[in-house]
C-alpha cells in the first residue's frame, strides 16, 4: 500500500512509519522539516511542506492509496490548532487527489462517557486539556461531514517502552478501565485497521 503519512517525526508518528515499513508498505512524509526524520528505507520518501498548505497536500496525496494523520500541536500553544486546520487540508487535498481511505489519531477526550455525555464534558476532565480536545473535536466533526473512509483512533495516555504487542478496541468508548496504551499498540491498530477497514466511519477507543 502507498501511504502518506503527516506528523512522521512525532512518538506517535514515528512508531507508526516503522510499523508501516515493517509491513511492506511504501510512505511518504510530509514534514516541515524533512532534515529531523531520522529514519532512512529504500520505501520512504520524505517530502517538504506544511500540512496546513492545500496544495502542497494535494501534491503529495496524488497516486497515493490511503493516508495516515499523526498531525499534534508544536512547543507553542498557538500551534494548537494545527489538528483542526490540518485535517480540513487533508481532507480537501484527499478529494483533489481522488483518495479516500484516512486513519487520524485524537486524544479519548472526544469519546463518549455515556450516551448523552462525551469525556471531555464529564466532571474531573482536565481544564488543561479543553483546547487540545477542543480542536481534536473540530477534527472528529470534518471527517464525519466528509466522503472519506475514515477511522478516528482514541487511545487514553500513551505509555513509553515496548509494546504488548496487542490492544482492545472498542466503538464510541475507551474499553473497561483503559487508562494507558503503548505508541507501539497504538501503531499496530492504526496498520490492522488501514489494512481491515473493520472500523471504516467510526471512533475507536482502544487500551491495553
Known amino acids: 500500500m502507498r ?13 507508526v512509519l516503522a510499523e508501516a515499513l515493517g ?5 511518504t512524509a510530509l514534514l516541515r522539516e524533512p532534515a529531523r526524520l531520522a529514519v532512512s528505507h529504500p520505501r520512504l520518501e ?9 496544495v502542497a497536500v494535494a501534491e503529495v496525496l496524488a497516486g497515493q492509496d490511503a493516508a495516515i494523520s499523526c498531525i499534534g500541536p508544536g512547543q507553542l ?3 494548537v490548532d494545527v489538528i ?3 485535517m480540513a487540508s487533508i481532507l480537501s487535498g484527499m478529494q483533489a487527489a481522488g483518495a479516500r481511505r484516512i486513519v487520524a489519531v485524537a486524544a479519548a477526550g472526544i469519546l463518549q462517557e455515556d450516551e448523552e455525555t462525551l469525556l471531555r464534558d464529564a466532571p474531573g476532565f482536565p481544564p488543561m486539556l ?8 473540530r477534527a472528529y466533526e470534518l471527517l464525519r461531514s466528509s466522503d472519506a473512509r475514515w477511522t478516528l483512533v482514541c487511545p487514553p495516555v500513551l505509555a513509553d517502552g515496548e509494546g504488548t504487542g496487542g490492544y482492545r478496541a472498542e466503538r464510541d468508548y475507551l474499553p473497561l478501565g483503559g487508562e494507558q496504551i503503548a505508541r507501539a499498540d497504538v501503531a499496530l491498530f492504526i496498520l490492522d485497521e488501514l489494512e481491515s477497514g473493520a472500523f471504516v466511519g467510526l471512533r475507536v477507543g482502544i487500551a491495553e
Open 3 to 15: 501511504i502518506v503519512l503527516f506528523g512522521a517525526t512525532g512518538g506517535l508518528g514515528s512508531a
Open 46 to 54: 520524505a517530502v517538504a511542506g506544511d500540512v496546513r498548505d492545500h
Open 77 to 79: 500553544d498557538d500551534e
Open 130 to 137: 479543553r483546547a487540545i480536545s477542543g480542536e481534536h473535536l
Open 23 to 27: 509491513r511492506g508498505h511504501t510512505v
Open 84 to 86: 483542526s486546520a490540518g
